[in-house]
């Protein structure tokens, strides 16, 4: 995964650059990936000419843009939230009882798995 120096991600979610995250359902959970996004009209000068629509995802479901859960995310590229996101999806299919596919229930030590 790439390392990125924590950056300053606002209090309020709205005044937040649009991007991929992580974060976690519950403490001592796994990280799971999420992101924020907008779409709005544009004109054919490319000037937004509509209201701007907030959207946000954790873990391929959507949640309310104006408090999503576990605010303050952390900042990931796009290539982590792939991966994180093709992992879980994996491990939801193959092994049901990882800490991956169960984002909402703490990660013990005896699950963890030692590559």
Request: aromatic content about 14%.
């Given at each position: 995964?790439t390392?990125?120096?924590?950056?300053?991600?606002?209090?309020?979610p709205i005044?937040?650059?649009?991007?991929?995250?992580?974060?976690?359902l519950?403490?001592?959970?796994?990280?799971?990936?999420?992101?924020?996004w907008?779409?709005?009209?544009?004109d054919?000068?490319g000037?937004?000419?509509?209201?701007?629509?907030?959207f946000a995802?954790?873990?391929?479901?959507p949640?309310d843009?104006?408090?999503p859960r576990?605010?303050?995310?952390r900042?990931?590229?796009?290539v982590?939230?792939?991966?994180m996101?093709?992992?879980?999806a994996w491990d939801r299919?193959?092994?049901?009882?990882s800490?991956a596919?169960?984002?909402?229930?703490?990660?013990?030590?005896s699950?963890?798995?030692i590559?």
């Amino acid at each position: 995964m790439t390392v990125y120096l924590e950056q300053a991600v606002p209090a309020d979610p709205i005044q937040a650059t649009p991007g991929f995250f992580k974060t976690r359902l519950i403490a001592g959970g796994p990280w799971v990936p999420a992101r924020l996004w907008y779409e709005a009209e544009r004109d054919e000068l490319g000037a937004i000419c509509d209201d701007v629509r907030f959207f946000a995802e954790i873990d391929g479901q959507p949640t309310d843009p104006f408090s999503p859960r576990g605010w303050p995310w952390r900042r990931i590229s796009v290539v982590d939230f792939q991966f994180m996101t093709a992992a879980a999806a994996w491990d939801r299919e193959y092994d049901p009882q990882s800490p991956a596919a169960n984002p909402e229930r703490p990660v013990t030590q005896s699950e963890v798995r030692i590559v």
